[in-house]
C-alpha cells in the first residue's frame, strides 16, 4: 500500500504555544489529504478535507483560525494547532488520498499541551 | 443516530474462536465500506474493503447488505495477534468524499 509520513511522531509543548504537524504521501500524488483527531478511547474524528492548492473545508465545531491547514504541494499538507491549550492534547492522524477514494494514514502525532 | 455505529465490546475470546463484529450505517447514499485494524497508539491500517457480494481475505470474511445498511466482519481460528479495535468505516461523498468511522470493536484473544 502506498506510504504516508507523519512528522512529529510525538510532541509536547507549553499552553500558548504553536505547534506544525506535517503529513507527506512518500510514493504517490496525494489529490486530497485528510486530518483527524482521536481522543482516548474515542474513534478518529474528522477535523479538515484539503486539495492541494486550495483552502481546507472544515467540518462543523473545528475552528479555522485554531487549526491552519496548508497543502502547497501534492506530497505535502501542514496542520499548525495554534496557541495550543491542554484540551488540544490528543493524537493527531493524517491521511492522503490518491485517484482512487482508499485513504491512507500516517503514523500519527501524539501532542500533549501542559 | 451515529452515522455508523458499532458495538464497543470488549470482545473477549479464547485463540482459536470464530467472532463476528457488526455495524449499521444510516446514509443509504455511502459509496465503499471498509474494515480498518486499530492497535493501542496506532494509525488505522485498512484490514480489507467490503463488497456486496461478500468477500474473503484467509480468515477474515466481510459482508455488506446494502438493503439493511449493515456491514459484517468474521474473523475465523482467531490469534492472539488479532487483538486490537476493528473499526467500520464508510465512504460517503457529503461536498467531497469523507470516511465516517464508527466507535471501533475491542477483541482481546485469550491464549
Known amino acids: 500500500g502506498a506510504v504516508v509520513s507523519q512528522h512529529p511522531s510525538w510532541v509536547i509543548c507549553k499552553s500558548g504555544t504553536s505547534v506544525k504537524i506535517e503529513c507527506r504521501s512518500l510514493d504517490f500524488q496525494a489529490t486530497t489529504m485528510f486530518w483527524y483527531r482521536q481522543f482516548p478511547k474515542q474513534s478518529l474524528m474528522l477535523m479538515a478535507t484539503?486539495?492541494?492548492?486550495?483552502?481546507?473545508?472544515?467540518e462543523q465545531g473545528v475552528e479555522k483560525d485554531k487549526f491552519l491547514i496548508n497543502h502547497a504541494s501534492l506530497t505535502l499538507s501542514t496542520l499548525t494547532v495554534t496557541s495550543a491549550h491542554p484540551e488540544d492534547s490528543s493524537f493527531y492522524i493524517c491521511?492522503?488520498?490518491?485517484?482512487?477514494?482508499?485513504?491512507?494514514f500516517g503514523p500519527g502525532t501524539r501532542l500533549t499541551v501542559l | 443516530r451515529k452515522e455508523v455505529e458499532q458495538d464497543p465490546g470488549p470482545f473477549n475470546v479464547p485463540e482459536g474462536a470464530t467472532v463476528a463484529f457488526n455495524c449499521t450505517y444510516s446514509n443509504s447514499a455511502s459509496q465503499s465500506f471498509f474494515w480498518y485494524r486499530q492497535d493501542c497508539r496506532k494509525e488505522p491500517k485498512l484490514l480489507m474493503s467490503?463488497?456486496?457480494s461478500g468477500n474473503e481475505d484467509g480468515r477474515f470474511t466481510a459482508q455488506l447488505n446494502r438493503a439493511s445498511q449493515y456491514i459484517s466482519l468474521l474473523i475465523r481460528d482467531s490469534k492472539l495477534s488479532d487483538s486490537a479495535t476493528y473499526l467500520c468505516v464508510v465512504n460517503t461523498l457529503s461536498g467531497t468524499y469523507k470516511y465516517i468511522f464508527g466507535t471501533g470493536t475491542r477483541l482481546k484473544v485469550l491464549a
Open positions: 484539503s486539495n492541494e492548492g486550495s483552502k481546507a473545508t472544515y
Open positions: 467490503v463488497y456486496s
Open positions: 491521511s492522503a488520498s490518491g485517484a482512487r477514494d482508499t485513504q491512507y
